[in-house]
């Protein structure tokens, strides 16, 4: 059996050809008839979605597939994803699904299932539903005209996860000037009434959604715009949130981006220094910069490294060892909140709470740690060539001959875009010119053998 859910418990392809409506509808009844039998009672399932224009056709086959089978259909609108896993507790859901596909463009969607305590499904449900979906469809019943599932608009959806959020939020932050670009994705309005809501004064970029905007020259995948507003508002910083909302990137007074182990070192420096951080301990990942892992050290903070470079490995190893901070490397971080999803506005103001208790300037914090150069080059390859680049042997050399050429000062390594046919090639080290040289080279290599073309993506 093909595999269905990704390490986030999440499907995602091209919109209506990958991700087809037929896909999302059996994938609606799979879990409505699962849950049913599981908990014994009809199950009750909320879906939340970002703005791409193929969100309200995926959630329609979602619902038709949901009540078909005799489950409840629970709307929230539009909303970021963290916002889903917490609703899905509030509302004592069964289960959550969200409809995004993050920062990727807006040809591209995705389902991602919560678990009714927020969390991703267990192994079990979950391998039950994909055997449902791939092998049996026509093992999940119709439900008879009398027990059909009901739908039901959930209004208070966007100001019952604002709240949560404010309540997690201390400091007094009400002489904040900032700028957020939402993407015009999930979060467009709930960032408005969040960040408000904190007293601050913000300008918001980026909020007029229409279906094919949606991380389009912007949010976190440009920061150019953000860094720009800011220093034309005089603002003390800028916020810069993704399609679904789940990750936050930064630029400060000078509208400078802030790499994201910056915004983890300023994090883990002073919640230590708050005595707030548990077991003076960060999660961290294989992606997590070179550098970070040193300065750490240096600092008497311990890094604790995930077994893998998704959100859900990260949340495994905080949850096991009661950590309360952890991130990927790409703007996702995690508070050891219940439910513990990245949440890229609850990221933000933790850094703002930094920022107006310490008293000091986004740089100033930002600088307490410089990570090493890095490059990135992404190649996009042949989509029947997805999930290959490990078997190929002229790759895997190339990593392998310039892995023992960067020892001890660097390292290269490749990851593979679950949703995209996309390939990023990522070096770093000590010395930036020969970290692009192989990085150069083993995007090279991957070109030659799997790839359409090629394209520098380069941060120094």
Not at 386 to 415: F, Q
């Amino acid at each position: 059996m093909g595999r269905l859910f990704g390490a986030d418990g999440a499907v995602k392809g091209e919109a209506l050809n990958d991700l087809s409506c037929e896909l999302a509808m059996t994938i609606g009844r799979a879990c409505a008839y699962e849950l049913a039998k599981r908990n014994h009672r009809r199950a009750k399932i909320l879906i939340g979605k970002d703005t791409r224009s193929s969100c309200k056709i995926l959630e329609s086959a979602l619902i038709a597939g949901i009540c078909s089978a005799g489950g409840d259909a629970d709307l929230l609108g539009v909303v970021p994803t963290p916002a889903v896993a917490y609703l899905t507790v509030k509302y004592g859901a069964d289960a959550g699904i969200m409809v995004s596909a993050s920062h990727n463009s807006y040809e591209f969607n995705g389902i991602r299932i919560f678990s009714a305590s927020g969390d991703k499904l267990n192994d079990a449900v979950e391998s039950e539903i994909e055997r449902l979906v791939l092998e049996a469809p026509d093992e999940i019943p119709n439900a008879s005209p009398e027990n059909l599932g009901d739908i039901l608009n959930e209004k208070n959806a966007e100001w019952d996860y604002v709240r949560y959020l404010l309540r997690d939020i201390q400091a007094d932050l009400g002489r904040l000037r900032i700028v957020v670009d939402c993407a015009n994705g999930a979060a467009y309005e709930t960032a408005v009434k969040f960040f408000r809501g904190l007293g601050i004064t913000a300008k918001f970029l980026n909020v007029e959604p229409n279906g094919v905007n949606i991380n389009e020259d912007c949010g976190t995948e440009d920061l150019t715009a953000l860094g720009k507003a800011v220093v034309d508002s005089r603002a003390h910083c800028g916020i810069a949130l993704d399609g679904d909302g789940s990750r936050c990137l930064m630029v400060d007074e000078k509208g400078e981006p802030i790499d994201p182990d910056r915004m983890l070192a300023a994090l883990a420096y002073f919640m230590k220094q708050d005595k707030t951080l548990s077991a003076n301990t960060c999660v961290v990942t294989r992606a997590t910069n070179l550098g970070f892992f040193r300065w750490a050290k240096d600092n008497g903070i311990v890094t604790s490294t995930a077994s893998g470079v998704s959100e859900r490995s990260i949340h495994e190893r905080m949850t096991t060892d009661g950590y309360n901070l952890g991130a990927d490397g790409s703007g996702r971080f995690l508070f050891g909140k219940v439910p513990d999803t990245a949440d890229g506005e609850l990221a933000a103001a933790k850094m703002l709470e930094v920022m107006a208790k310490s008293g000091r300037k986004l740089s100033e914090i930002a600088g307490i740690f410089t990570p090493y150069p890095t490059i990135d080059v992404d190649v996009k390859i042949r989509h029947e060539c997805k999930n290959m680049w490990e078997s190929v042997p002229e790759i895997t050399e190339m990593l392998e001959y310039c892995s023992e050429k960067l020892a001890g000062d660097g390292r290269i390594y490749i990851r593979e875009s679950t949703v995209e046919p996309l390939i990023r090639v990522t070096a770093e080290g000590r010395d930036e010119e020969i970290i692009y040289q192989y990085a150069q080279a083993a995007a090279q290599t991957v070109a030659e053998h799997i790839g359409e073309q090629e394209t520098d993506n380069e941060n120094g």
